[in-house]
């Protein structure tokens, strides 16, 4: 606890306010915002939500940011979901596969509409698989063994391979980020590394564009247009029935004005409540405090191969070389009945767990290991720009902590205190550090987007083709290529342990554990879903 704490004064300095104080600020953003009236109010259901982030960034194909991704689910529908037992099940489209396993036609069901009226078409879809494989590493690979991609008929997708591929239904299926997405032609035509111009889908929710704040506020209105599925919701699969008239997204950065405005019922909803708050949070007989995410997440540390000082092999092994898990999961999490020194890339408590080449990361050994081996790289000092969002309560300790353990190993540090957003948007720019670049960023993956090599965000190294930090590496991809053939689970967990090998000898990236945070919301909010891209706001229902 004692860490936590620590952690929020050294990067987010504050005094607790009273509960005076907290009605004031409520109300400041309520009026600032034009959070919902009175008179809407008495009208409709409203879910008012604090997320774990702002949103700024609203392209989902754009930034695998979670905060993005989230507001995808609200808008957007995908072909495939996950549920679950981690199987693929229909969505907007059923499928059939070749006797050869070499052709996969989709079918799209009916009653699909866009919101701005007009039907969904295979073209559409077709358009949106082709983007979304742009920046997806499991995209790129399916689209590697791809022969063709085409709209059959109007409601008819084909998928041709050049071989067999086993993972092509885990990558259209696939339930976080980058999530394929799917939206009309026109905005699916728009570049990958462009944003799109408008927030239209076909999802259980309308993007409320009118009332968009970045940073502020973000609202979301009943699709009454959307026709759900009749199973039962099961993560990112089955129906996705809605059942109140508006979500609204109220950032109040502040996690103690959050907390203090869920327990007087100004907000229904809060993500991410800080973790010394639980015991008081839990025993308030009208909140409900539940991990939605079982599996948890990853954090991690990712550096920019691009530009010294990291863009030496050495160096980055040094600065492997002095993080450990612990310093780090203390400081951000602080109760470790929430967190797990893991030292498997791919998740402790997976099929591909393995704990080759973690042994400093766990164990905290490596200090004097990583100033020897800076010595010897021959370090000139060359300042390290760390990207520190000082909004985001899941971010804010990692970077404070890995720039305490670089500066004892020698490294000279520049931590660059911004908002979580201003870091989703920078980490994506290649100009020098001195220019606006970076060297060094963190962020946190739920287990699904870490849990195999293929679907993995950051274990891709394609050089200009991989996601900001930009990697090349041929035997990473050689070694992915092979794991993405393998048919045996003995054989595919073989190369999972090579993959963990090259990741930590090359410094492809730093996982730093794993770790479950807790939401709590209103006794009067009922319904939530778990899952491994939570919160969704689909079957959650609001009594008076």
């Not at 009653?111 to 078409?121: A, C, F, I, N, S």
């Not at 003995?490 to 963990?500: G, L, N, P, V």
Request: glycine share 6%; with cysteine; aromatic share 10%.
């Amino acid at each position: 606890m004692e860490a936590h704490v620590k952690r929020d004064r050294m990067s987010h300095p504050s005094r607790r306010p009273s509960f005076a104080l907290v009605s004031c600020l409520v109300a400041a953003i309520a009026v600032s915002a034009g959070v919902t009236t009175k008179a809407v109010a008495a009208s409709k259901k409203v879910i008012t939500a604090v997320m774990h982030s702002d949103l700024r960034v609203i392209d989902p194909v754009f930034t695998p940011a979670y905060i993005t991704r989230d507001h995808g689910y609200m808008v957007y529908d995908t072909l495939l979901g996950t549920d679950a037992k981690f199987q693929v099940r229909p969505q907007m489209a059923e499928w059939t596969v070749s006797d050869d396993r070499l052709t996969y036609t989709f079918t799209l069901r009916d009653g699909l509409k866009w919101h701005d009226g007009t039907p969904v078409t295979a073209e559409d879809c077709v358009a949106s698989l082709r983007r979304w494989s742009r920046n997806d590493s499991m995209g790129q690979k399916l689209m590697e063994a791809a022969a063709s991609l085409e709209a059959t008929d109007a409601r008819t997708i084909t998928l041709k391979l050049k071989e067999p591929y086993g993972l092509v239904l885990e990558s259209i299926g696939k339930p976080s980020s980058y999530v394929p997405f799917m939206m009309p032609k026109r905005l699916a035509e728009t570049p990958a590394n462009a944003q799109i111009s408008e927030q239209i889908g076909s999802g259980p929710f309308k993007f409320v564009k009118a009332e968009f704040q970045p940073g502020v506020k973000a609202v979301y209105e009943k699709n009454t247009d959307y026709v759900p599925r009749q199973e039962p919701p099961s993560w990112t699969a089955g129906g996705k029935v809605v059942k109140v008239d508006r979500v609204e997204w109220i950032s109040m950065p502040d996690a103690q004005t959050a907390v203090n405005a869920l327990q007087s019922g100004d907000i229904d909803f809060m993500e991410f409540p800080p973790l010394d708050l639980e015991p008081l949070l839990s025993a308030n007989p009208d909140l409900t405090m539940n991990v939605l995410n079982k599996f948890g997440y990853q954090t991690l540390g990712r550096m920019n191969f691009l530009f010294p000082p990291f863009d030496n092999v050495k160096i980055r092994r040094a600065a492997f070389l002095a993080m450990n898990q612990k310093d780090v999961l203390d400081a951000l999490v602080g109760n470790s009945k929430y967190y797990t020194i893991c030292g498997a890339v791919f998740g402790c408590g997976t099929p591909l767990e393995a704990d080759i080449g973690s042994e400093t990361l766990v164990k905290g050994n490596g200090m004097e290991q990583a100033k020897k081996l800076l010595a010897e790289a021959g370090y000139d000092g060359t300042p390290v720009v760390i990207l520190a969002p000082g909004d985001a309560i899941t971010l804010k300790a990692q970077p404070v902590i890995a720039a305490q353990l670089l500066r004892a190993a020698g490294f000279k540090v520049d931590l660059q205190t911004t908002d979580w957003q201003t870091v989703v948007t920078r980490r994506a720019s290649q100009k020098p550090p001195k220019e606006g670049g970076w060297n060094m960023f963190f962020t946190n993956s739920v287990i699904a987007d870490s849990g195999n090599p293929i679907g993995s965000t950051f274990v891709g190294a394609r050089g200009q083709k991989s996601p900001f930090g930009w990697p090349d590496d041929p035997k990473m991809e050689e070694l992915r290529d092979a794991f993405a053939k393998a048919t045996k689970p003995e054989d595919q967990k073989r190369i999972a342990a090579e993959i963990q090998k090259e990741i930590y000898d090359q410094v492809i990236y730093v996982p730093l554990g794993q770790w479950f945070m807790p939401s709590a919301w209103r006794k009067s909010i009922s319904g939530v879903l778990e899952g491994q891209a939570v919160p969704v706001f689909w079957n959650v229902d609001k009594s008076e």
